[in-house]
């Protein structure tokens, strides 16, 4: 059977058509000979990420994104299809990833732990890891500190390589040296010093010891008087010192009692003290007494009668 060219050529552009009708929607993420589930998740921000890019669990490619569409409020819903082979629990987590330092994303399911599988066009929980280059920010900003303190190191020793400073550093070796040298000299002069005086320091050595000595002796002295006092604090506090106290004590309740019974009006003494008639009674008395002498002065006669010849009226 011949078959004619213009056949051949349909057939070949029949196959070819249908070869570049199943490439770009190979390309463009849909399985083109196995049957498959649509799962969706929703982003906030899918800078990165576009149509076919695989869906990865530990690496290992299980699916690729097949659409992309932008909501109203901004967020952006994104369509897996995932061979029906897998199963894909229901809380499964979506997570956009970084894979290189370029800025290219992934989808990376954390398979969850559910019993309950996910639905064919379930929508899934969605989260958004940070970038490679945002992961590596505190690294860069450590490492810029560090080529800052690098930068200051180098100029402390090109300070240090300056000549000027290596002259300064000599000067100073110098200086060092000639106090060593100062520092040596001292040294012998004192050593010298002390064999000159080596006699004096024998004598002062001896005395030391002779005033060592008398201390001894004095401490020795100390001790008795030390010993003494123990003796007279011990006889001291084994005298009858609580018998004389409660003798005081008996004294003076007596002398408080006298006293109590003086300004009393028992007794004479009371009386006398307390009792304002016997001194009117006294007053009285020697205002008389007073008078009497007085009149005795003036009239003698009255009371004595005397004669020198011893004669006399004896009529008064």
């Known amino acids: 059977m011949n078959i004619s060219n213009e056949t051949k050529i349909g057939a070949l552009t029949t196959i070819a058509i249908a070869v570049l009708i199943l490439g770009y929607s190979f390309l463009k993420g849909n399985d083109v000979f196995g049957g498959s589930n649509k799962y969706y998740a929703i982003y906030k921000s899918v800078d990165g990420l576009t149509v076919s890019k695989p869906v990865l ?7 690729h994104i097949s659409k992309m569409e932008l909501k109203p409020d901004g967020r952006t819903t994104v369509e ?24 290219s994303k992934a989808i990376v399911f954390l398979l969850g732990d559910s019993k309950q599988l996910a639905e064919n066009k379930d929508t899934l929980r969605a989260d958004i890891q940070g970038s490679l280059a945002e992961s590596l920010q505190p690294i860069q900003t450590k490492a810029e500190n560090l080529m800052t303190k690098l930068d200051s190191s180098l100029a402390s020793i ?5 000549p000027n400073f290596q002259k300064n550093v000599d000067r100073s070796f110098a200086s060092i040296a000639n106090s060593l040298q100062t520092l040596e000299g ?28 008398n201390l001894k002796v004095s401490t020795a002295g100390l001790n008795n008087v030390t010993a003494n006092f123990q003796k007279f604090s011990g006889d001291l506090a084994n005298a009858n010192i609580k018998q004389t106290l409660e003798n005081t004590n008996k004294a003076v309740a007596d002398l408080q009692a006298t006293m109590a019974n003086i300004n009393s009006n028992k007794g004479s003494m009371g009386l006398l003290l307390n009792d304002d008639k016997l001194y009117k009674n006294l007053q009285s008395a020697s205002d008389n ?23 006399g009226n004896k009529k008064d």
């Open 186 to 213: 001292t040294t012998k002069k004192i050593d010298e010093l002390v064999a000159t005086q080596s006699g004096h320091i024998n004598g002062i050595l001896t005395n030391a010891e002779i005033v060592s000595g």
């Open 80 to 103: 897996f299809k995932i061979k029906d082979e897998y199963k894909v629990p229901v809380n499964t987590l979506a997570k956009l990833v970084s894979t290189d330092l370029l800025g």
């Open 57 to 63: 669990v530990n690496g290992f490619q299980i699916g």
């Open 158 to 162: 090109n300070k240090i390589l300056n």
């Open 289 to 311: 007494l007073n008078l009497l002498f007085l009149d005795l002065k003036a009239n003698p006669k009255r009371y004595v009668h005397f004669s020198v010849f011893g004669g």
